[in-house]
């Protein structure tokens, strides 16, 4: 018998470590596939697309915003795993009445470390949750060592358009424009993705670097030159959203990413 809280505080009590795993969160499925939970994942959504051939070996329940409950309750789950941000409070608690949902709820890179042990708790991965965190713990250090001279500057980071939306407070993509010395000129609104007027740019903080992350919008040659029309002399940068926007173990890859990225800017 384990007891043990997820991120939002819930308690969880299992007899035995749930065997039968349904992922709600690309890369929390990512993270179960590297803990050495492939056996087990029984399901993911239709944007789980690491490690590939998960898709063609694996059920698919819908995406994160749109599942198939009648599909997954005929699957049996042991335990579904879900976001806070990814997944919405109606779909976790109809899902709650099929089997426990853990829900994990992650801003920062500590709160990806707890979600990793929580894991290995969990699923009894403890050795390779260890050796995944100690990895980032390792590459977050270097990483921080990397950055130690370089200069804070300017950005707004864009993830949709018509309307314009961005990554704004609260928002494990703000915790790694901050990694990377980034001062988001959006960092001091209430919303988390706040809708944005681009006409107004250059008073909300004129940015050094506008992003226009590769998902979940497909950004353009287009978009880039009508939001460069309004600041001053911002670089627009196609960046790889899922090294923002990942976390658990995709974050290894991120650090690696980073550097490439500062490279390429400075």
């Known amino acids: 018998m384990k007891q043990l809280q997820d991120q939002l505080g819930t308690f969880h009590t299992f007899e035995t470590s749930p065997k039968r795993i349904i992922s709600l969160v690309p890369s929390q499925t990512e993270l179960l596939y590297d803990l050495g939970l492939e056996e087990n994942i029984i399901a993911i959504t239709k944007f789980c697309v690491h490690p590939y051939h998960l898709k063609s070996t694996k059920e698919i329940i819908g995406g994160t915003k749109n599942v198939k409950f009648d599909k997954i309750k005929a699957l049996q789950p042991d335990i579904?795993?879900?976001?806070?941000?990814?997944?919405?409070?109606?779909?976790?608690?109809?899902?709650?009445?099929?089997?426990?949902?853990?829900?994990?709820d992650i801003v920062t890179i500590e709160d990806n470390l707890k979600m990793i042990h929580d894991f290995g708790q969990l699923f009894n991965k403890r050795t390779e949750a260890q050796k995944i965190s100690d990895k980032i713990n390792f590459a977050y250090a270097d990483f921080v060592s990397f950055m130690k001279d370089k200069p804070f500057q300017r950005a707004a980071y864009f993830i949709w358009a018509n309307p314009y939306m961005v990554a704004g407070n609260n928002t494990f993509i703000n915790e790694m424009l901050k990694l990377n010395k980034f001062e988001n000129i959006y960092e001091n609104r209430e919303e988390r993705y706040p809708e944005i007027i681009i006409q107004k740019m250059r008073i909300q903080g004129d940015p050094d670097y506008?992003?226009?992350?590769?998902?979940?919008?497909?950004?353009?040659?287009?978009?880039?030159?009508?939001?460069?029309?309004?600041?001053?002399?911002?670089?627009?940068?196609?960046?790889?959203?899922?090294?923002?926007?990942?976390?658990?173990?995709?974050?290894?890859?991120?650090?690696?990413?980073?550097?490439?990225?500062?490279?390429?800017?400075?």
């Open 80 to 104: 579904i795993i879900a976001n806070k941000e990814e997944n919405t409070l109606e779909i976790v608690e109809e899902l709650r009445k099929i089997c426990p949902v853990w829900v994990t």
């Open 210 to 266: 506008v992003f226009l992350s590769s998902e979940p919008f497909p950004f353009n040659d287009e978009h880039a030159f009508e939001l460069g029309r309004f600041t001053h002399h911002a670089k627009t940068v196609f960046v790889d959203g899922e090294m923002f926007s990942w976390y658990g173990s995709r974050i290894l890859k991120a650090f690696d990413y980073f550097k490439l990225l500062q490279s390429k800017i400075q």
